[in-house]
């Protein structure tokens, strides 16, 4: 076996081209290492070799026909399962999709198949993308590669475990409130939410519209470069996305931040303690070092971010889940395996169809999100609930002008703690919203925010992986990977 899985995209890139490898090698080595591996990790959903054998063919056969390829064209990766690819099983992890073949490709699938990448598989999740740490997937938690008794953090769980333990050189999450970033700093990778509207939505099983947007996890800021080089652009199948044409995002990665100014949150700072308030020094530190400015800054609503988010996702969740009801999507409930019906299929009207089948398909806390959504949008409560958290997120965003003024680019930690324990935080909703504290706030504003592996936290003896969080300007992902490369390379 030839032990590529620690390789970044440009190192097997340079492989292939000079024929140290084939793309049909590199591929096979990594379906030999989900194979051995992902039984005890569960970052998989469904493997895709076929297709993936078939797409790695086709470079190979460009590459021994001497024509030139690109970055990506070759290089094995994995795909969140609320993406869509043709003709591949997508459950965004509940069983209401358990037998759902998507029947057409998500942009950003098509973009990375155009550019020639191999798909591995579509990696595990919390069900519809709601929670922190992959528990709620209704196909088992994924563990973290870098403790088994850890969580990888979540939604986008399966993605960071798949490219912290080797399983994928790359991987595509989606983040409404932190699930790329949040995943990427339990699991030590790199997790990027590029700005609102900068990669195109269309094909991805929406959550909260206004919030959601797929993004990188690599391993290092490069390889997120590359990759959104790839999948960003405008898309005329989603209106949201921006009249921006994709670049190469690699360009802006000079190792410099001198010159750049870099905010801190003053009330951030002092709420935070013991390890992680340790790493976060140290961040700040080498930035210094590096010749960048520091500056305290006031986010005087940000507060209000989580309580905002809580109105917002589940009002836009409770629609956009809607269409799960055995009729226009989903399963129905005799479909599933020890289903005891309410209704028998023959004497039951439309209304319970609906009931039986979201009762069986849809799990506990989507089930919670679509109960909270449909109670703030109801009559006589959306002006004070919907309508007023459309208002608080217009000051949050103000705040954030208003920070532009002065700095360039915001750092924070990526979360409150290292990964927890499995069921740590299970009982108590609210304690695992409060993992989305440093997160939720970019995707309330829409800014670009990336989370970076900084310095390890130790936890019962144990070193733990800890993120910082960089948000950016809107659109300007060139200072945001620029920072985060730089410290990158000068710590690495
Ligand atoms: N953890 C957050 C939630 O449960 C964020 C999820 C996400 O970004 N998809 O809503």
Redesign the pocket.
């Known amino acids: 076996m030839l032990h590529v899985s620690c390789f970044m995209i440009k190192e097997l890139h340079n492989k292939l081209i000079s024929k140290e490898i084939t793309s049909v090698q590199l591929t096979e080595e990594y379906f030999a290492r989900i194979k051995e591996q992902d039984k005890n990790l569960n970052a998989y959903l469904t493997l895709t070799k076929e297709l993936a054998l078939k797409q790695a063919r086709k470079v190979d056969e460009k590459i021994a026909a001497g024509v030139e390829i690109g970055m990506i064209e070759g290089i094995p990766g994995a795909i969140k399962d609320n993406l869509c690819v043709t003709g591949v099983r997508t459950t965004a992890a509940s069983k209401i999709l358990d037998n759902y073949i998507a029947p057409f490709d998500a942009t950003v699938v098509i973009k990375l198949e155009e550019a020639g990448a191999v798909f591995l598989g579509k990696t595990n999740m ?1 069900e519809f ?4 740490s992959t528990e709620k997937s209704a196909y088992g938690s994924t563990k973290n590669p870098v403790d088994l008794e850890r969580v990888p953090g ?2 986008s769980g399966g993605s960071a475990a798949s490219v912290a333990s080797g399983e994928a050189v790359w991987a595509l999450g ?6 790329i970033r949040q995943p990427a700093s339990f699991c030590g990778v790199v997790g990027l939410k590029p700005t609102y509207g900068r990669v195109s939505r269309y094909g991805a099983i929406a ?1 909260a519209s206004s919030l959601d947007q797929i993004g990188p996890i690599t391993k290092t800021v490069e390889d997120a470069a590359i990759i959104l080089s790839v999948i960003s652009g405008e898309d005329k199948m989603d209106a949201t996305s921006a009249q921006s044409p994709a670049k190469d995002y690699t360009k802006y990665l000079t190792g410099e931040v001198s010159g750049l100014k870099i905010g801190v949150v003053k009330d951030y700072l002092e709420k935070l303690t013991g390890e992680v308030k340790i790493s976060f020094e140290k961040v700040v530190e080498k930035y210094r070092e590096l010749g960048a400015e520091i500056k305290e800054i006031e986010l005087p609503n940000a507060k209000y971010s989580l309580p905002v988010y809580y109105i917002i ?1 589940p009002c836009e969740v409770s629609s956009n889940l809607a269409r799960f009801d055995g009729v226009k999507f989903g399963m129905r409930a005799e479909d599933h395996e020890d289903t005891q019906l309410d209704f028998l299929p023959e004497d039951r009207n439309l209304i319970e169809t609906y009931l039986d089948s979201r009762r069986y398909g849809i799990g506990a806390e989507p089930k919670r999100r679509i109960m909270l959504g449909t109670y703030a949008l109801s009559s006589g409560y959306y002006d004070a609930y919907y309508l007023r958290a459309q208002k608080v997120r217009t000051l949050i965003k103000q705040d954030f002008e208003k920070a532009f003024e002065a700095v360039d680019l915001i750092l924070t930690p990526t979360t409150p703690s290292p990964a927890f324990k499995f069921g740590e935080k299970t009982a108590d909703p609210i304690q695992m919203y409060l ?2 504290i440093f997160t939720i706030t970019a995707n309330i504003v829409g800014v670009p925010a990336i989370s970076v592996p900084g310095p390890t936290v130790e936890v019962d003896g144990k070193q733990l992986p800890q993120g910082f969080q960089l948000m950016g300007k809107w659109f300007d992902e060139e200072n945001l990977l620029r920072a985060a490369h730089a410290y990158e390379i000068a710590t690495k």
Do not use: N, P, Y
């Open positions: 919390d993308a709601m929670g922190s979540g939604s989606t983040d409404t409130g932190g699930s959550m996702m993992e989305d």
